[in-house]
């Protein structure tokens, strides 16, 4: 017959069999939401658990540990050697990571598609290749789409030439 090993003999059994990620839920008592346990957090009883979220400095904690790298463009964070590291968020459609929140975002400075703090030919050039693209094609950029209608267009042109010449009047200081 086997030995019931009770809530806690089942949980550690289980996190035992687990190599890549120590991450394991607990149904803290009747009734509750399951909770994530960090190799951070302290269980004091079965209703009460010391919660101190993702750690982020790995020293001393197993690969695949859950952890924070503090990078809101990364995802999937976890100890690597010690080391908390994260995947990449991926961005499409001209689009790139907002350091600030994690979202993929046009830039800041209008026309700038290559987000590289100015609007020059390289700019233009990223315009060019997605004149009249619909999201579908490879060469649509988001950020060149101006009025927001889902196409590259004349009318995109005139935002972007606008945006051109406002850049190239506030660097010459006209």
Known sequence: MRKDLGMHGRIAA????????????????????????????????DSEVLHAGPPTDCTGLTDGALCDDG???????????EECVGVDNVCTNGQQCDAATGDCACPDLCGDLDFDGDVDMNDRALFSDSYNALPTDPDFNICADFTGDGQVTRSDLRGF?????????AVSGD
């Open 14 to 45: 289980w996190v035992a069999r687990i190599s890549l990620f120590v991450l394991c839920t607990t149904v803290l008592s009747a009734g509750t939401s399951p909770r994530f346990l960090f190799e951070t957090d302290e269980v004091q009883s």
């Open 71 to 81: 990078d809101a463009c990364t995802h999937d964070d976890a100890c690597l050697a």
């Open 161 to 169: 030439w606008g945006c051109f010449v406002h850049y190239a009047r």
